[in-house]
């Protein structure tokens, strides 16, 4: 284990944003890890596990912690259910993979989501209707105060709908290290109804799906409308989507017919973010090196050498829009630093 300075976090953000931490260490067990969140002389340090739910704008003036600890392994199961721990540097999809692999079930709907592991429980990241809260049992993590090693269980987390007590007031104050998934051996519950699950496993013929049917149909869907940030840089959906009054709903419905919503309550409605930035005329805008993906408004891309700071402005440039439009206030779905 090394401190390097002057490190380009370029290959370390999903986004691809060529910016400098002025310390950088990489660390792959608990044990290099808890002397490295002591260290006084670098009081201002920065946690970074897959960087797929962030946009840097600039140089880190301080330590940026890479968090790549690694491993997988069964906690406990029986007949029905296995509690399996990841440790936070696995790769997400492909931890989703060796659960789908060993026919443990629940996970599949989250599949082809960029990053990993430790970063999963902060964002409680979701797609087709289902959440991490839905498998979630528990996650370890390191107090940067104290460098005690804490157990969170799915009450002490309060999630909600991208958030989690890791957004709020415990947020900076903890590196999650692991976290543990409960997940189904047999008669497995598959959620097909969301989005357009059902007729991409019609169109693959699959009429009695297993849960790696459902993966591969998921998968199929993400490729189709989401670009690899391995080709174009990128943070997947960077807008949360905003959940209104159901009266402004509507009053919106008679000017916009084609408006699409999904009833959270009696008095809230959920309404996709991508739809009000297409219908705003962002969707497929290029402005030089940067922009909105043709094939999903809710993706933000760099096509290479953008800066921070001009997806920034971009993204400020949706939300003052949208909310001139619909006034509908929108928030960014990613960390901006």
């Not at 840097?56 to 509690?83: P, Q, R």
């Not at 997940?183 to 097909?192: C, D, E, G, P, Q």
Request: aromatic share 8%; net charge positive; charged share 20%.
């Amino acid at each position: 284990m090394q401190i390097k300075d002057n490190i380009s976090l370029k290959p370390y953000n999903t986004f691809g944003i060529d910016v400098k931490a002025k310390h950088f260490v990489s660390v792959s067990n608990i044990e290099d890890l808890k002397p490295i969140v002591l260290l006084q002389k670098y009081a201002n340090k920065l946690i970074l596990g897959g960087g797929s739910n962030m946009l840097l704008t600039k140089d880190f003036d301080g330590l940026v912690i890479h968090i790549n600890l690694k491993g997988i392994e069964i906690v406990s199961e029986n007949k029905d259910t296995v509690i399996v721990k990841a440790n936070a540097g696995e790769n997400w999809h492909e931890f989703v993979l060796w659960c789908i692999d060993n026919d443990y079930g629940g996970i599949e709907n989250l599949s082809l989501i960029p990053g990993n592991i430790g970063t999963a429980p902060i964002q409680n990241i979701g797609a087709y209707g289902i959440e991490l809260k839905d498998i979630f049992e528990s996650c370890t993590a390191i107090s940067l105060e104290t460098n005690e090693l804490s157990i969170f269980s799915k009450t002490d987390c309060n999630f909600g709908y991208r958030n989690s007590i890791f957004k709020q007031h415990a947020k900076g104050k903890f590196i999650i290290t692991s976290v543990n998934f409960k997940l189904t051996k047999r008669n497995h519950k598959l959620s097909i109804n969301y989005g357009s699950i059902a007729s991409q496993l019609e169109s693959m013929q699959i009429t009695n799906p297993s849960i790696k049917d459902v993966s591969k149909a998921v998968i199929a869907i993400r490729e189709s409308k989401l670009p690899n940030p391995k080709d174009i840089g990128n943070s997947g959906s960077f807008f949360k989507n905003p959940i209104i009054p159901k009266n402004h709903f509507d009053k919106l419905i008679k000017n916009f017919k084609d408006l699409p919503s999904y009833p959270i309550s009696d008095k809230e409605v959920k309404i996709p973010a991508g739809w009000l930035i297409e219908k705003s005329g962002f969707k497929g805008k290029q402005f030089g090196n940067y922009g909105v993906h043709k094939n999903q408004a809710l993706v933000l891309v760099n096509y290479g050498n953008a800066m921070g700071s001009d997806i920034l402005n971009l993204s400020k440039l949706i939300q003052k829009t949208i909310k001139r439009l619909f006034d509908i206030s929108i928030e960014a779905e990613v960390n901006i630093l």
